[in-house]
């Protein structure tokens, strides 16, 4: 490899690879849960309120959805971000748009706890 | 080290039907994955919320999906996710170097999106 003063290693910051991976195990999980829960809901097939509030009683099921919620926020912040980092160029837009996108998908995870186990 | 030219030549192709179906595919993964982001992602929590927290949210949004433009909605959502899905798991198996041919790839393109065109036509039958 040459190097000299001028010259600089051409590794980047090493988090692309980390991203990359990311956004593959996040799919698998949510792969493999949509599948269980998409029988799960069918065999149960709830027509009624009781019906759907019984299918997240167990506690299981409610931890599932959970795994799959934090999987689909991490999944879609790499995402957006790839997204805007391709179409939005201006630095201070992109950063605002990325900053929104935290915050949301931050309010969203809580939400989500709220949902599955508040009250 | 000469300083690249100030206007860089760039070849963009707009039109979707002149491009081979793994990159559809591709534009498709994208779009798709920026409608789940937004709206779909938060009208999906506001629905789990109001049809658990009460009786009374369960039947409205049970009575807000009988009428067919929100079933449509809905179909079209299960499409977005289906493909994104079907799309998704494409990439996983081509990343094991699975499919990586030009006749292979075009095959498997085209299965995504059968794939998930069927699923919102049986998420379609099961919601009519």
Redesign the interface.
């Known amino acids: 490899m040459v190097s000299g003063p001028y010259t600089k290693e051409p590794v980047g910051a090493h988090y692309g690879v980390g991203n990359w991976l990311v956004q ?1 195990f996040t ?2 999980v949510m ?1 493999i849960y ?1 599948v269980a829960a998409g029988i799960y809901v069918c065999w149960s097939a709830p027509g ?2 009781a019906g ?2 019984a299918l ?1 009683a167990p506690g299981f099921f409610r931890l599932a959805t959970m795994l799959f919620v934090v999987s ?1 926020l991490w999944h ?1 912040w790499i ?2 971000r790839d ?1 805007l980092v391709d179409y939005l160029h201006p630095y201070g837009l992109r950063l605002f748009a990325q900053a929104a ?1 935290a915050v949301v998908l931050a309010f ?1 995870l809580i ?2 706890v ?2 599955l186990w508040g ?1 | 080290m000469s300083a690249p030219p100030k206007t860089r030549p760039k070849y963009y192709e707009f039109n979707l039907a002149h491009h081979w179906p793994p990159a559809v595919l591709s534009i498709f993964h ?1 779009i798709s ?2 409608f ?2 937004f709206p779909i ?2 009208l999906a ?1 506001w629905a ?2 109001a ?3 009460s ?1 009374d949210g ?2 409205r949004w049970h009575a807000f999906f009988s009428q067919p433009v929100a079933k449509l909605a809905l179909v079209g959502a299960a499409w977005l996710y289906a493909h994104h ?1 079907f799309a ?2 494409r990439y ?1 198996v081509l ?1 094991t170097h699975v499919g990586m041919g030009k006749a292979a790839a075009r095959a498997s393109a085209l299965a995504v999106f059968a794939a998930g065109l069927a699923t919102a036509l049986v998420v379609a039958w099961r919601v009519w």
Do not use: C, H, N
């Open positions: 593959r799919a698998l792969a949509t009624s309120y759907w509030k997240f689909l879609a995402g957006m997204i996108v969203y939400w989500s709220s949902i009250r | 994208r994955g920026g789940l982001f992602l938060p929590l789990l919320q049809t658990l927290a009786e369960f039947a899905f998704g798991i996983l990343d």
